[in-house]
T-cell receptor, first 116, second 113 residues
């Protein structure tokens, strides 16, 4: 089956620092990757959509300068939280889609970010 | 805008019994997809079942089945013969042609032994 990994699974950082989260499709090529944010006991909120080789499309209310997304290859997308603050603490989940995945998204295991 | 509503924040069911989780959605689209995802304590999102809006037949996957009522914009999930491993958060999701997912707020299902 299609496997998506995320690294790291858990990261703690100091306020003001930047954190990079990687999302990889291990056994398929992902034409599109998505980044979600999930607060405790809440649903997944789409942050942005990224297509390989193009700029990401951000959802309304998501700061593109705060959450930098790069989709440099068909198997890797990165989310960088710049100048992180405690309110950025959350669970970040990526998903990946292929051109023939019948509109299914394959989800990564998520990354828990804690900003002190 | 698309909205997905799950009106049951939490539900409990005895092992081996049947439970139905509700989901309604609002859209002006005619072609779309509906999904139920399971999120166990590990937080890994797992696809449970998928329904294409153009198909009248309700989708079924082993113990999981849906009741898709397009006119009513309703998409409920029935879990038969509930098992302890079914304990999880269940999210209903809507996707239209541009492949963006919209998730409901989730229903926490607790299967009791």
């Amino acid at each position: 089956g299609a496997v998506v990994s995320q690294h790291p699974s858990w990261v703690i950082c100091k306020s003001g620092t930047s954190v990079k989260i990687e999302c990889r499709s291990l056994d398929f090529q992902a034409t599109t990757m998505f980044w979600y944010r999930q607060f405790p006991k809440q649903s997944l909120m789409l942050m942005a959509t990224s297509n390989e080789g193009s700029k990401a499309t951000y959802e309304q209310g998501v700061e593109k300068d705060k959450f930098l997304i790069n989709h440099a290859s068909l198997t890797l997308s990165t989310l960088t939280v710049t100048s992180a603050h405690p309110e950025d603490s959350s669970f970040y989940i990526c998903s990946a889609q292929t051109s023939d995945s019948y509109n299914e998204q394959f989800f990564g295991p998520g990354t828990r970010l804690t900003v002190l | 805008a698309q909205t997905v509503t799950q009106s049951q924040p939490e539900m409990s069911v005895q092992e081996a019994e049947t439970v139905t989780l509700s989901c309604t959605y609002d859209t002006s689209e005619n072609n779309y997809y509906l999904f139920w995802y399971k999120q166990p304590p590990s937080r890994q999102m797992i696809l449970v079942i998928r329904q294409e809006a153009y198909k009248q037949q309700n989708a079924t996957e082993n113990r999981f089945s849906v009741n898709f009522q397009k006119a009513a914009k309703s998409f409920s999930l029935k879990i038969s013969d509930s098992q302890l491993g079914d304990t999880a958060m269940y999210f209903c999701a809507f996707m239209k042609s541009i492949n963006k997912f919209y998730f409901g707020s989730g229903t926490k299902l607790n299967v009791k032994p």
